[in-house]
């Protein structure tokens, strides 16, 4: 099977899975009925610890070896803030270019976005640019969005604290120096996207 053949199928599972979850009265029977469902685009270029960062917010794990995501992966957590009871999916797209047909299929109807680089990488932040024009090109634009900058454990660093916070505020975003490995950074900075959720409803 060619890799096209490969994508054009999976695009339609996903599809097909997306259409049998909205059917009317199907719900989630595990999760009370006045649950908030937000669906939130995970973005960034590959090995900056996307999926690491997910892992960790959702199970506290944290794996040591590099599995790149191969095309979409789907992840969600259940969590109680404000009062309120929220499902959080997690829609975390690969960051190589070769899969832009299949992640152009899962841009709409999304509520929120995480921008995630690497710290120890300047080309992963400047690379953020183009994530959003690409969102952008999809329709998806003025959603609640948060920049994580990854990695901040690590010994060699190349984009400071700062440099991160000035990116994003520049483009009127929260900006938070996380670490996969030891989980700093990373409850605050989902609190936050949460809130902010739960406030543009």
Known sequence: MTQKKYLDNFIQTIKAILK?????????ISQPKD??????????DGNVGKSQILD??????????????IAIDYKN????????????????????PEFYEVRNEFYKESNAIILIFDVGLKRSLDGLDLWLREANDCGVQ???????GNKNDTSI??????????WAKSR?????????????????????????LLKAQ
Not at 157 to 166: A, T
Not at 172 to 196: H, M, P, V, W
Request: no cysteine.
């Open 20 to 28: 049998f979850n909205k059917r009317p009265g199907k719900l989630n």
């Open 35 to 44: 649950t908030k469902r937000f669906k939130v685009l995970v973005l960034g």
């Open 172 to 196: 009127q975003f929260d900006y938070f120096d996380t670490s996969a490995y030891n989980g700093r950074g990373i409850e605050e900075a989902f609190k936050e996207l949460i809130q902010k």
């Open 77 to 96: 957590k259940v969590i109680e803030q404000q009062k309120e009871i929220v499902q959080l999916n997690f829609w975390d797209f690969s960051g190589h």
């Open 142 to 148: 003025g959603l609640p969005t948060i920049v994580l």
């Open 157 to 166: 660093r190349v984009v400071s604290e700062q440099e991160g916070f000035q």
């Open 56 to 69: 960790r917010y959702i199970s506290d794990q944290f794996d040591h070896k590099y599995k790149p995501t």
